[in-house]
């Protein structure tokens, strides 16, 4: 007889084999009947506008002790969540809702308009704050509007669709956007990339943006001048970066570089600016419809006898919801 036949014959009923080897009974391999303890979880809620996504926490009822490490963990796309930017739903002292907003890299942004849409939306949506038409909310920009454009229903509850944002005077000033260098505005000037030369037009949003013209925005290497015009040295908070391919007087293609997250598929912002920019070199007029790879923005940018304010106009979607472990960070 074989070893292996030894094997076969002193095989038991209810045994297992290991590359050949005999095992114990099957019934001593049962799992536990123990189940693990569940972790306390962060409630939060994956949100998108224009597919410019973010992890949004209602920081209300959930507060966050440590935003910058928060968000590099969930923001991170193989190992977190998985987005462009971490939302917290927060109490204001001028207006019942506050906004901070987190980059993938930790640091935190003035503002956010696809992120503000859907932080307006996921409020209102779960009763964080009474349900309203309209409102303002708290941002490290200063205090701005916004108003619900669309609804419908889902589950017998009202669902916000979309959302226009009042965004204030946009600051023109180099000194305010801020950019280094000589008073005065920022227009078609030239940036010296070492080697290289864009011709940019600065204008802030509650944030700053650097705005170009290409013939060809989809052959635009933006993973190469993207970071070197938000780190150039001109810029002491650094910046985004937006290019633009002019369709018509009312319309435009845009791709952006945003500041501490790199290429995203919009940036609300960025349209707000690049509306403004085609307005000071005459490119385009005071409303713009803006296509981005994830949707398309109306913006608009009324006369100075009007307010001079800048209003953007567009989609914000719940994705899904989830609980991030705590002790994921």
């Not at 005077?169 to 000194?175: A, I, M, S, V």
């Not at 650097?210 to 933006?222: E, M, N």
């Not at 001109?234 to 791709?255: C, D, I, L």
């Not at 994830?294 to 800048?310: C, K, S, T, Y």
Request: proline fraction near 7%; glycine fraction near 14%.
């Amino acid at each position: 007889m074989s070893q292996n036949d030894s094997h076969r014959r002193a095989r038991r009923p209810g045994s297992t084999h290991l590359f050949g080897l005999p095992g114990p009974p099957c019934e001593d391999l049962r799992l536990s009947e123990t189940r693990p303890v569940e972790a306390p979880a962060l409630p939060f809620a994956k949100m998108h506008g224009c597919g410019n996504d973010y992890v949004v926490v209602d920081a209300f009822h959930h507060p966050v002790e440590d935003p910058a490490a928060l968000a590099r963990a969930v923001c991170a796309r193989r190992t977190g969540v998985g987005s462009d930017g971490l939302l917290l739903a927060l109490p204001g002292e001028r207006a019942p809702l506050r906004m901070r907003m987190f980059n993938v890299d930790g640091s935190e942004a003035e503002m956010c308009g696809n992120g503000l849409r859907c932080l307006v939306k996921f409020a209102l949506e779960r009763g964080v704050v009474p349900w309203a038409e309209a409102g303002s909310v708290e941002t490290g920009a200063g205090l701005l509007t916004w108003e619900v454009r669309a609804t419908g229903r889902e589950g017998g509850r009202l669902r916000v669709d979309e959302v226009a944002l009042g965004l204030g005077r946009p600051l023109l000033e180099r000194g305010l956007v801020p950019m280094r260098g000589p008073a005065g505005r920022v227009v078609d000037e030239a940036l010296d990339l070492g080697g290289r030369a864009l011709s940019i037009t600065a204008v802030s949003v509650g944030n700053p943006h650097a705005v170009t013209y290409v013939d060809d925005v989809d052959a635009v290497p933006l993973a190469e001048l993207g970071p070197r015009v938000e780190r150039h040295p001109a810029f002491p908070n650094r910046t985004n970066v937006e290019f633009v391919e002019v369709v018509s007087r009312g319309e435009v293609r845009q791709r952006t570089w945003e500041r501490g997250c790199g290429e995203t598929e919009a940036c609300g912002t960025g349209a707000c600016a690049v509306a403004v920019a085609g307005v000071l070199t005459g490119r385009t007029d005071r409303e713009i419809l803006v296509h981005l790879r994830g949707g398309d923005l109306h913006v608009a940018w009324e006369e100075e006898p009007a307010g001079g304010r800048v209003t953007l106009r567009g989609p914000a979607v719940e994705v899904f919801e989830g609980g991030w472990p705590l002790g994921w960070i």
